[in-house]
């Protein structure tokens, strides 16, 4: 027993696996516990035993497979991945439990077969089930059979698939085991419990004992219906309700559901084996059958008949057999051989069923002929003959031609019709019998019961009685409105007896159906609420009574048979509900009117109403509008009471008043009453006769659209035009246009008779009054946006001019959507039915078609044209084709009778001569459009064979036949094609064109319908045969059709469809199934009532939605297609662009083999867009996965192929290493060269990188590694940003990578992340990194840890997301980690939190372990006595990250990454000080930190902290103290106290209490305002800044968007922020503290503040703005100018990268920028240039020159010239010396820009601020400039030999101009003093010209920036104005600065120099002197302060703005205010003049 031991250690899984029986039993045993134990189906601990249940059940020990069965069946219940194991189990339980003698052996394994079916793995347990029975053991063959009949009975015949059951049955009942047999029963008993009698046939050749037997079984069988018992697990809710039943006592109802579905689910056909019976035709079949004697035709006819009488025929083509036949039915004389042939055409329809639809047509007519025999045996074949035919076919397609025969002369003709029509009615049901078929076979049948002969009026009635059954009273009573009672009460007591074909299911539909809509109705009908009761029509007879007598007023809808006919059928359509709704009445006398109206009228009313003063006429109507109002619904006599308002004067009313309230009154009864036709007529004479009134025209439109509300637009309509057109007045005849157009926008279109309307149009058209015309042409567009295209048929013939004006009015319809409309839906919403949707959709568009004359072309299609479509020389073929097309261009429109051209027109499709085929196509699709929608009859023996022509090896001939199909399909619908099994036959062509061709086909038209017919189901075969062709374009088709086949058929039926594969290729489909399930689109939507109409213009957008879908997700056939094709097309399903992709491709591909000189990566515009956008939309496969499959590469490869060089690619792709290390070295090479093509395909290069990750090579990683450190740099110095879509499908394969074991990977990966920082936010860095320290690899989660550290450490907390606290708690977990680098890693980066953070750590953390938390104190504590190693740490850091976070923040802003500061709201938690600190920008973090780590560690005497008078503050919201005074390393003793407080007061600034915050501004204020303590917050000013602009950020959001908050608590808050802001940036020393990012913050803060229009509508609103101006003006001033300079320049980069920014903030910017140049003279020499001019660097680089100008405005490109302009001004030459900084100067046009200003003052090094002087000047010229002097005469001279000359002239001004602009010091006097008079004046006028012109441009000169001369001249015009208007405004002294500075001003005008810049007081001193410096408190300072800018500020706002525009554009712009124009141009002129005179 020793080795028992042993086993007992090993873990379960092993047990079970071992050698030792007890071990695996004992296994076995625990392995049950477990399983039965584990609540989690999806639990890991599963997947560990996916391989050993088949061990479980096979087990060679009979005790230890017994143990092992139980366990298999808890594991099959409870595993979620159980499913994987169904087929090795299942085949193990077959083979190896049910020959086990033990019977529990057997019951389990039958269980765990159960519970496998249970978990929706039926198919593969069936199979293995039936595979069983072929085994030879008779013990499996029972209990297979037992588990089948087990499985049936639980789960039904819609789970357990019967048809191959039933296959083997016969095969069960010839065993020689009786057991065998008799299980076999028993299986056969409970088969027919579900499927009933369509078992008897696959059954009726076994043993006729066994089948007696059987049938005595059958009877026995209880006739209710079977239900299931157990469900899947997808079943749930179908069990719960099972349950309830149950409990309930198992109510029969409940199963309905259920059994309807059960019930009709198999048919015995289905069960039955093909026959194929055209090959055993005798041989002599067609000769016999048209032989003289009439014996022989017998014979060869009953050969025939025997054939058909196999129950299933094999499809085929039996055009010839079915054409023979038909002709022995129509022509044999034989009597008994006509009834032989029926015979055999019903044998062969019931024998083929759909398949024989195609044949319908051809034979029904001939039969209904031949019903004119008189003998019952004939008559008897015949009805079954038509009745099999009739299920082979549906009524639509076979509707003409009954019709056509329906009035026929012969009686027993009519009367056979109409039985037939009856039968046929019974097989139908409301969807398939719409109204559009209804309303001509009513027509049709109306006559019949009118008819002499009373056989055929009974057979009507029948008719109609079924009619009425199956569709309802509320469809059908429309059209019986003209019956009288007695007929129509025969109708009912027929439709009583009626016993529908579908049982009482769909009689049930229909009633549920028709009683919906009627309820809303219901107060609609005076009084008759009943008539509509059509629960059972039967039942009340009462009410129904009632309904015919109020319609019995038939005659007035007869006695207009315009009307009639239009509205009649058209109406019938759309308008369901109204129609049966109409109210008729008898006209009354007017005797009984007056009677009535007497009745609820006042009597002084009526007297007054034909009184001779109008006063009283009007006070009579107004007393009946009220009685009108007041009246109910059901007594209002609405008749009598229009005949009184029609009663003398009636409409001949002369007082417009009198006739204004008459027509609201007509309007109001309209609305009010029961509104009959009858009332209508009697006042819309009137009424169109008052349309065209000036003062009365909108009354009567109201009124009449109020009537065609109660009696239906088309019959309003209809009688309104013809009554406008009737009469003369032109004003009435466009005005009831104009009303029309409005009326059909607001009731839709339905039911309008477009026919009556165009003649009306028509005569509009040709009138004489110009308006008339217009309102036509204006209805005919409405009209277009329901009618579409067809509309304009009508109008073919018109004059051109005229016609050019309806196609400009279709035009501008083009692409409009008809409105949705809005009136007469309430009572129409009979249409709610389904039924009427469906034909809705179908008839709307159609019914204008309708409308158009169709010719008969049925006489021109003679034998001969035939003949000769037929004949032998391809020539006379064509000269036939001709004939056609021209017959068919000659009628337009025609009837769908065509002969015998069907035929002929078919073997004309496989015509050897490919160009007659494609004439064929081109005139089927002329056929289409001729023949409209009764093209349907044809699809099936016309439609079909185009189809086949799809599989034609030219590409020309498929499109061909592509179009041909759609133009069908257009007409057609989908319907007809996808009936019947046609479309599957072809579809099972193994042909590769056809497959992609109808596949693609499909899948463009599949998604648009909204039901499909069931047949669809047959093509899934062979679909499914598609997906694994050996042509990839069919597979991808296929691939792309998926999930359109399964948004109608559903993922079980599809599933179900693969039962029959083999076993790979089922999974493989099964895998697409599953795939195709996520992207299944949903069905259409029923189209709303108002676009059911399909627009002309818009008929192909039908479509185009479709296609888009299809593209969508056909392609994003998601995750795991095994198949590499999948992604060739990239997702385009649409054929054009796989087209033009290919070519794309070819064309490289012809040079590129031989030659690899060109650029490796092609730009392709919008690629990198396109591709993005392709992923959103999930047309193509999301680059996400664990390891790459075989589709992702493929998809990589089709998206390369457009933009990769072929050759490259090659290499990319190659399976072999080495040619990815070439390629990679290629890619290195060509980086830099490049840089554009990398970035545009940066997307696809990471992607491909990704898949190097995974390869196994060390040398290819280390290749790639290199690259992408060389590819981030370059990104890096292009400011380029990761997108989101390359970040996602990049950084986490990457991560990966850190957990290499290899080091120097390692490393290499770890400096690429920290590359990534630079082109990609850190915060989102985080997330990807904070996802990889979920890693199994340790390595991967130490390396994750220890970046997550560096990213805090560099960038502050704010980089932590989701939030600090979260991912804290989430670096925390890993302190407990199993491995001890982890475990080291997660302690040193939260350590490096906490030198960042402080004590706030353990807050954030929160609840850690014990022992986790003193390794983490003990960590802190030893990183604290070693304090020298952060700051280190920190430096190297430094330069590498933070360099260009400080300076180029912009870097990091740049393009979707967005301003990490700003994001720092959303991560706050509002409430608790404590959060400010962490919340940090991070570009600032650093300073903190440095200062904090100054001040060394801290000794423990933080109690004297509790002394400080701040105390009371501190108690709530402090830190428990120990903590602190143990661990926190930072502050030195001299500080501990003051900073301490500080940092604290600070932290509070930002609180989201207003209170606190205030309370601790004000201490901050105090400490400011005394000059000995405002030392002490040196070192926290970055600190303070942030927490207040923290605050504004705070205010912003949230306090001003808070209802609650009282606004004067804002306010105050914003003073003290301001006050304690203006406070510090007094003291020059602390404001040169702030860095940059702060500033930058702190700008964008203020500027907000000053935008903000919440702020303005405050009380004290227009204050705030004020001192916030002035704090503005202080910032500028006082802060170091490089920071301030360097943060406005970052800012500005920012708003005008960030869309969302608006341009009034850059304008802002702008200015402030503006006022830093202008302070610059003074402050040039303590600026550091080299950092500005980076600046503006990385600004050049983000914005060139071409996207500036691109700007809305122009003040982006102005400003930053100015700036240069100015620096040079300042610098001269040496500025070249300051791109120190600058790493790639050629990266922006800075250097070019720079070099171009000081090109020309090279010669004359002097500064440029020194110009030319006047005489009163001095000025000392050095000796270089005295020796370019020689040089300068040398140009000048040069310049006047040009305007000298004739040819030059301009060019010379030009030059001169240009040259006087740079150097206006340069002197001309000499060379014109020798000239002319007349030569000096053209050169002065010229100059003149060329300045004002340039000046009107605002163009800058030579684009040099602005002279130094202009600036000054338009610079200070308005700061003068500003600062005097200042010094007035305010009453104050104006000191004499100002004077002075506008000495300079006027000095600098007139040219004369200001000796030196720098002396100047800056301006802004100016503009702020008012302020004094220092006030009492932060309140009382800020009010004074205030009061003083109050007035000023707007006029400052003002001429600011105007200055600034003036000051950059290049000469003044009159911009700034008239006279300061007119000043400038003065000047000029006064300043010209003197220095003529100087040089003289």
Same mark, same amino acid.
């Given at each position: ?444 049948? $109306? ?1120 400490? $400011? ?35 609650? $908050? ?435």
């Amino acid at each position: 027993m020793g080795d028992d031991s042993e086993w007992m250690k090993l873990p379960i899984d092993q047990k079970c696996e071992h050698k030792l029986w007890k071990a695996r039993l004992n296994g076995y045993e625990e392995a049950l516990k477990l399983f039965q134990k584990i609540d989690d189906e999806k639990s890991p601990e599963w997947s560990k035993y996916l391989g050993l249940i088949k061990k479980f059940v096979t087990d060679s020990n009979a005790v230890a497979q017994l143990k092992g069965l139980e366990a298999a069946l808890a594991y099959v219940e409870n595993a979620h991945v159980a499913g994987k194991t169904t087929g090795e189990v299942a085949s193990g339980v077959v083979n190896k439990v049910f020959n086990q003698p033990k019977a529990r052996a057997k019951e389990l394994g039958l269980d765990i077969c159960l519970m496998y079916i249970e978990i929706e793995k039926g198919e593969a347990v069936q199979e293995e089930l039936l595979k069983g029975l072929d085994n030879k053991n008779p013990k499996i063959i029972v209990a297979c059979i037992e588990t089948l009949r087990k499985a049936l009975s639980e789960f039904g015949s819609k789970i357990i698939s019967l048809k191959p059951i039933i296959k083997v049955l016969p095969k069960l009942f010839e065993s020689r085991e009786k057991a065998v047999r008799d299980e076999a029963k028993l299986l056969a008993v409970e088969i027919y419990r579900w499927i009933r009698d369509a078992l008897r046939p696959p059954l009726q050749n076994i043993n006729s004992v066994q089948l007696k037997e059987l049938e005595e079984e059958w009877v026995k069988v209880s006739s209710a219906a079977p239900k299931q018992t157990r469900f899947l697990r997808s079943q749930q809710e179908l069990k719960a309700k099972f349950e309830q039943q149950q409990a309930v006592g198992g109510d029969a109802d409940g199963g309905g559901d259920d059994e309807e579905e059960a019930v009709p689910q198999v048919d015995a056909y289905e069960l039955l084996e093909a026959v194929e019976i055209l090959s055993k035709l005798p041989k002599d079949f067609y000769e016999k059958i048209e032989a003289k004697k009439w014996q022989e035709r017998k014979e060869a006819l009953e050969a025939v008949e025997l054939l058909v009488k196999n129950p299933k025929l094999e499809s085929g083509d039996y055009a010839d057999l079915v054409k023979v036949l038909k002709k022995v039915v129509g022509k044999d004389t034989n009597v008994m051989l006509v009834a032989l042939a029926a015979k055999c055409l019903a044998g062969l329809a019931a024998g083929l069923r759909k398949k024989f639809g195609q044949y319908a047509g051809h034979v029904v007519p001939t039969i209904l002929e031949k019903f004119k025999e008189k003998k019952p045996q004939v008559v008897q074949a015949l009805q079954e003959a038509i009745d099999a035919i009739f299920l082979t076919t549906t009524l639509q397609n076979i509707s003409e031609d009954v019709l056509a025969v329906m009035d026929n002369k012969n009686p027993t003709i009519k009367q056979q019709t109409s039985l037939f029509i009856a039968r046929s009615f019974r097989h139908c049901t409301p969807s398939t019998l719409p109204k559009s078929l209804l309303k001509p076979f009513c027509a049709a049948l $109306l006559k019949h019961i009118n008819d002499s002969a009373p056989e055929v009026r009974d057979a009507g009635f029948e008719a109609l009685g079924t009619a009425l059954k199956v569709a309802g009273e509320k469809a059908v009573n429309p059209f019986l409105a003209d019956v009288d009672k007695l007929k129509l009460d025969r109708i009912k007591e027929c439709a009583e007896k009626v016993e529908l074909i579908y049982g009482k299911k769909t009689g049930g539909a229909a009633e549920k159906k028709e009683g919906k809509p009627i309820t809303g109705k219901a107060p609609a009908l005076s009084g008759s609420g009943g008539d509509k009761e059509t629960k059972d029509a039967a039942t009340k007879p009462g009410p129904l009574k009632k309904a015919p007598t109020v319609k019995s007023g038939g005659p007035p809808k007869k006695g207009k048979p315009a009307a009639a006919a239009g509205m009649g059928g058209a109406g019938a359509k759309g308008k369901k509900g109204p129609e049966t709704k109409e109210i008729f009445e008898s006209e009354l006398s007017i005797e009984v009117c007056e009677e009535k109206a007497a009745a609820v009228l006042p009597a002084s009313c009526i007297q007054q109403l034909d009184s001779g003063n109008w006063k009283e006429r009007l006070a009579c109507m107004e007393e009946f509008q009220k009685a009108v109002e007041l009246m109910e619904r059901s007594e209002m006599p609405c008749q009598a009471l229009v005949r009184m308002l029609a009663k003398k004067p009636g409409w001949k009313e002369t007082n417009f008043q009198v006739m204004q309230m008459k027509l609201h009154i007509v309007a109001l009864i309209a609305q009010k009453g029961n509104f009959s036709k009858t009332s209508a007529q009697v006042v819309l004479d009137g009424l169109v006769d008052k349309v065209g009134d000036v003062k009365c025209g909108s009354n009567a439109k109201e009124a009449m659209t109020a009537i065609a509300e109660a009696c239906q637009l088309p019959w309003t309509a209809e009688q309104v035009v013809a009554m406008a057109f009737s009469q003369k007045n032109p004003k009435n005849q466009s005005e009831t246009l104009n009303w029309l157009s409005n009326a059909i926008k607001e009731f839709g279109f339905s039911g309008l008779n477009v026919k009556a309307f165009i003649s009306n149009v028509k005569t509009a058209l040709a009138a004489t009054n110009p308006a008339v015309r217009t309102s036509a042409i204006t209805l005919l567009g409405v009209m277009y946006l329901y009618v579409g295209p067809p509309l304009r048929m009508f109008f073919e013939d018109e004059k051109p001019a005229l016609l050019s004006q309806i196609d400009a009015e279709f035009e501008k319809m083009q692409g409009q959507m008809a409105p949705a409309p809005t009136r007469g839906i309430s009572r129409h919403s009979g249409g709610g039915g389904d039924d009427g949707e469906e034909e809705e959709q179908e008839d709307v568009g159609n019914d204008v078609v309708d409308l158009l004359p169709r010719t008969d072309i049925g006489d021109k299609i003679t034998a001969e044209l035939v003949s000769k479509i037929g004949d032998k020389n391809w020539k006379i073929r064509k000269e036939g084709l001709d004939e056609v097309t021209s017959i068919i261009n000659d009628a337009k429109f025609i009837q769908p009778n065509i002969g015998e051209l069907p035929a002929a027109l078919k073997s004309r499709l496989n015509d050897s001569n490919k160009i007659l085929v494609q004439q064929t196509l081109s005139i089927l699709q002329q056929l289409a459009t001729a023949m409209g929608p009764n093209i349907k009859q044809h699809v099936k023996n016309l439609g079909i064979p185009v189809i086949t022509v799809l599989g034609d090896s030219k590409n020309n001939v498929r499109a061909a036949a592509l179009a041909t199909v759609n133009a069908w399909a257009e007409q057609t619908g989908m319907k007809e094609w996808l009936e019947g099994e046609d479309l599957s036959e072809e579809l099972k062509k193994e042909n590769p064109f056809l497959r992609q061709e109808l596949l693609g086909w499909l899948a463009e038209k599949l998604p648009t319908l909204r039901s499909v017919p069931s047949d669809l189901l047959l093509c899934v075969p062979h679909l499914y045969s598609c997906l694994e062709d050996r042509n990839g374009d069919v597979r991808k088709k296929a691939q792309d059709a998926l999930p359109f086949f399964m948004m109608h058929l559903g993922f079980e039926k599809m599933a179900k469809a693969t039962s029959k594969l083999k076993p790979t290729s089922k999974d493989q489909v099964l895998a697409m199934l599953e795939k195709a399930k996520a992207n299944m689109p949903a069905k259409p939507a029923p189209p709303a009532k108002a676009s059911s109409r399909v627009v002309g213009g818009a008929a192909p957008a039908k479509f185009q939605p479709a296609s888009a879908l299809a593209e969508d997700s056909g392609s994003n056939t998601m995750e795991s297609k095994p198949d590499p094709k999948k992604a060739k097309a990239g997702g385009a399903s649409s054929k054009a662009k796989g087209v033009q992709g290919k070519k794309v491709l070819s064309k490289p591909n012809l040079k590129e083999d031989d030659d690899k000189s060109g650029p490796i990566f092609i730009i392709v515009p919008n690629g990198k867009e396109q591709r993005m956008k392709d992923e959103k939309g999930l047309k193509v496969l999301k680059w996400n996965f664990t390891t790459p499959r075989d589709e992702y590469i493929e998809q990589l490869k089709t998206q390369m192929s457009s933009c990769v060089a072929k050759w490259l690619q090659d290499e990319m792709f190659h399976a072999d290493f080495q040619h990815h290390n070439k390629a990679l070295a290629v890619m290195i090479e060509h980086l830099e060269i490049e840089k554009d093509g990398v970035i545009s395909c940066l997307d696809l290069i990471l992607k491909w990188l990704t898949l190097r990750f995974f390869d196994t090579n060390t040398s290819v990683l280390m290749k790639a590694l290199e690259y992408l450190k060389l590819l981030f740099n370059l990104l890096s110095q292009e400011e380029y940003h990761l997108t989101e879509n390359e970040a996602s499908s990049f950084i986490p394969y990457l991560i990966l990578k850190v957990g290499e074991p290899k080091d120097v990977i390692r490393k290499d990966v770890r400096a690429i992340l920290n590359r990534m920082c630079l082109i990609y936010p850190a915060s989102k860095m985080f997330t990807f990194i904070m996802e990889g320290t979920k890693s199994k690899n340790s390595k991967q989660r130490a390396e994750c840890l220890e970046e997550l550290g560096c990213l805090v450490e560099s960038y502050g907390m704010n980089v932590c997301q989701p939030t600090p606290g979260k991912a804290l708690k989430e670096m925390a977990t890993h302190i407990g980690d199993r491995d001890n680098t982890v475990r080291n890693a997660a302690l040193n980066t939260i350590v490096t939190v906490y030198n960042v953070h402080g004590d706030q750590v353990f807050k954030l953390i929160g609840n850690l372990s014990e022992k986790d938390m003193s390794m983490l104190e003990e960590r802190i504590k030893r990183s604290a006595k070693r304090p020298s190693a952060a700051p280190v740490r920190q430096a190297e850091e430094k330069p590498q990250r933070t360099q260009n976070i400080s300076a180029n923040a912009s870097m990091l802003r740049k393009g979707p990454a967005e301003d990490m500061s700003s994001k720092l709201n959303q991560n706050r938690n509002m409430g608790s000080h404590s959060e400010t600190t962490h919340t940090v920008p991070r570009e600032f973090q650093l300073d903190l930190d440095e200062i904090e780590n100054d001040n060394g560690t801290v000794r423990c005497e933080m109690p004297a902290l509790v002394q400080h008078k701040l105390d009371d503050i501190f108690e709530p919201v402090l830190i428990p103290e120990p903590k602190i005074r143990a661990v926190s390393p930072h502050f030195d003793d001299m500080h501990s106290n003051t900073a301490s407080t500080i940092n604290f007061v600070i932290s509070q600034v930002a609180s989201g209490d207003i209170n606190t915050s205030i309370q601790a501004l004000a201490q901050i204020d105090e400490v $400011l305002r005394q000059e000995d303590k405002a030392e002490a917050m040196s070192g926290h000013i970055d600190q303070f800044l942030i927490a207040t602009f923290m605050q504004l950020r705070l205010i912003y959001n949230t306090h001003m968007a808070d209802e609650k $908050l009282d606004k004067d608590e804002i306010v105050k808050l914003y003073s003290c922020i301001i006050g304690s802001m203006i406070s510090l940036f007094q003291i020059e020393s602390l404001a040169r503290e702030a860095s940059t990012g702060v500033l930058k913050d702190l700008m964008h803060g203020l500027i907000t503040l000053m935008l903000d229009s919440r702020v303005e509508d405050l009380e004290e609103g227009e204050q705030v703005i004020r001192s916030v101006n002035l704090l503005v003006v202080k910032v500028l001033e006082k802060s170091d100018q490089t920071n301030i300079l360097s943060a406005l320049l970052v800012l500005l980069q920012d708003s005008l990268l960030a869309t969302a920014s608006s341009p009034k903030f850059s304008e802002l910017v702008m200015k402030c920028l503006w006022r830093m140049v202008r302070l610059l003279p003074e402050t040039i020499n303590s600026i550091n240039l080299d950092r500005i001019l980076l600046d503006i660097h990385i600004f050049m680089k983000v914005f060139p020159k071409e996207k500036l100008k691109q700007c809305k405005s122009e003040f982006p490109i102005r400003t930053l010239k100015t700036l240069l302009h100015t620096l040079c001004k300042l610098k001269g030459p040496k500025i070249l010396d300051h791109l120190t900084m600058i790493d790639n100067k050629n990266e922006s046009e800075l250097e070019a820009h720079l070099c171009r200003v000081m090109k020309h003052s090279m010669d004359q090094t002097g500064s440029k601020a020194d110009k030319d002087t006047e005489k009163g000047a001095s000025r000392i010229v050095s000796k270089e400039e005295k020796a370019s002097k020689a040089k300068v005469n040398d140009i000048l001279a040069e310049i006047f030999k040009k305007i000298g000359s004739k040819e030059n002239t301009k060019e010379g001004l030009a030059e001169l101009y240009e040259y006087k602009k740079k150097y206006s010091d340069a002197d001309i006097e000499p060379f014109l003093k020798n000239s002319s008079q007349f030569f000096q004046s053209y050169v002065e006028r010229g100059l003149r010209l060329i300045e004002t012109e340039r000046e009107g441009k605002g163009r800058i000169a030579a684009s040099t920036g602005i002279s130094p001369q202009m600036e000054g001249t338009c610079v200070p015009a308005s700061t003068h104005t500003v600062s005097s208007s200042i010094g007035n405004t305010n009453g104050e002294e104006v000191g004499p600065s100002v004077y002075l500075e506008r000495l300079k001003i006027l000095r600098q005008r007139c040219g004369l120099d200001n000796a030196k810049q720098e002396d100047r007081p800056p301006l802004t001193s100016l503009l702020s002197k008012p302020a004094l410096p220092t006030v009492a408190s932060s309140t009382d300072m800020l009010h004074s302060k205030l009061s003083q800018l109050r007035e000023s500020r707007e006029q400052y706002q003002h001429l600011d703005l105007d200055s600034n525009q003036t000051h950059s554009s290049g000469i003044g712009t009159t911009l700034a205010s008239p006279s300061s124009a007119a000043a400038n141009i003065d000047d000029l002129k006064k300043r010209l003049e003197r220095i003529k005179s100087s040089r003289k």
